[in-house]
């Protein structure tokens, strides 16, 4: 704690990169898992290949990931985000789809009834009803990236991790405690504002 305490500025950085590494992973991986859990959703025959190969993906060790990268990618923080983005796929891929295939079966008819095409069905009537079980996934995809980022330090790719893994080969508990503090406020912090927000979706889809 005491070096935490006299080195805020370095842990400071540390954080910067972790968040940075994070949530561009977090944003690009939503990006590809959206599209994605649509047609999981909407054919079943795609869905449960898909699902099972991100299973299998999600299950890879992450330092095996990164040493499979590097040699395509090099170190630092692309080698990071590609592996990253890929762990995240199974979590949020899964929940788009369990939230979509929850929209009850009614609410689909009655928006075909109003004349809405399949796309105007799903942004404005499906959407809104999973978007409680899709904030879910976010939340679970964020708690998970924020761990395995720590481990990013390992390819140079900076974050907290750099704490932990310097604190190890010089037996610092010092850094070792600031690293693993501060990674732990971090996952804390996230997991309790989305958990709040994925609440707050839950009683807008409710009223």
């Given at each position: 704690?005491?070096?935490?305490?006299?080195?805020?500025?370095?842990?400071?950085?540390?954080?910067?990169?972790?968040?940075?590494?994070?949530?561009a992973a977090l944003a690009i991986?939503?990006?590809?898992?959206?599209?994605?859990?649509?047609?999981?959703?909407?054919?079943?025959?795609?869905?449960a290949p898909l699902l099972g190969v991100l299973g299998a993906i999600y299950t890879l060790p992450s330092l095996a990931v990164f040493a499979l990268l590097i040699p395509?990618?090099?170190?630092g923080?692309?080698?990071?985000?590609?592996?990253?983005?890929?762990?995240?796929?199974?979590?949020?891929?899964?929940n788009v789809a369990a939230g979509l295939q929850g929209v009850p079966e009614p609410l689909r008819e009655a928006a075909r009834g109003l004349g809405m095409t399949p796309l105007q069905s799903l942004r404005r009537?499906?959407?809104?009803?999973?978007?409680?079980?899709?904030?879910?996934?976010?939340?679970?995809?964020?708690v998970s990236l924020i761990a395995i980022a720590n481990l990013a330090a390992w390819i140079n790719a900076g974050g907290l991790g750099v704490?932990?893994?310097?604190?190890?080969?010089?037996?610092?508990?010092?850094?070792?405690?600031?690293?693993s503090l501060a990674s732990a406020l971090l996952a804390i912090a996230a997991d309790v504002s989305l958990r709040a927000l994925e609440r707050r979706m839950t009683q807008r889809a409710g009223a």
């Open positions: 704690m005491s070096w935490l305490l006299a080195h805020p500025g370095e842990v400071a950085f540390r954080l910067a990169q972790h968040l940075e590494l994070t949530f991986a939503f990006l590809i898992a959206l599209p994605l859990g649509v047609v999981a959703a909407r054919d079943r025959r795609i869905g395509v990618l090099g170190l923080f692309l080698t990071a985000l590609v592996a990253l983005v890929a762990y995240a796929q199974m979590i949020l891929v899964r009537v499906e959407f809104p009803v999973a978007l409680p079980v899709i904030v879910g996934g976010i939340r679970i995809a964020t704490l932990l893994f310097a604190g190890l080969e010089s037996h610092d508990t010092g850094k070792l405690v600031a690293g």
